[in-house]
């Protein structure tokens, strides 16, 4: 599996937290996740400044809105790898990696 299919598949399967996720699925979708929050953070960093209200640090709106999006996606595919290896979806609260 590739970067385009598991992030395709973890998008496309963002609630379901039954089933088993790959090896490639899980460490390919949190490549993805760990570029585009660089991206991001320089995009909010450098392009959108600061944040106008009179503080000196930069704006995290686009992190900040990334996050949110990928909140859901992230914890069913750290489950549903849980599930790969035999573990119990519980675990995830215990181990949280992405």
Excluded: Q
């Amino acid at each position: 599996m590739g970067i385009k299919e598991a992030v395709k598949t973890c998008f496309r399967k963002y609630v379901t937290f039954s089933g088993r996720a790959s090896r490639s699925e899980y460490w390919y979708f949190c490549l993805f996740n760990f570029l585009v929050s660089i991206v991001l953070g320089f995009i909010d960093g450098f392009i959108l400044g600061a944040n106008g209200l009179g503080d000196k640090e930069p704006s995290s709106l686009l992190s900040n809105l990334y996050g949110l999006v990928t909140f859901l996606p992230v914890i069913s595919v750290g489950v549903r790898r849980l599930h790969d290896i035999n573990r119990s979806g519980w675990w995830y609260l215990v181990f949280r990696h992405c």
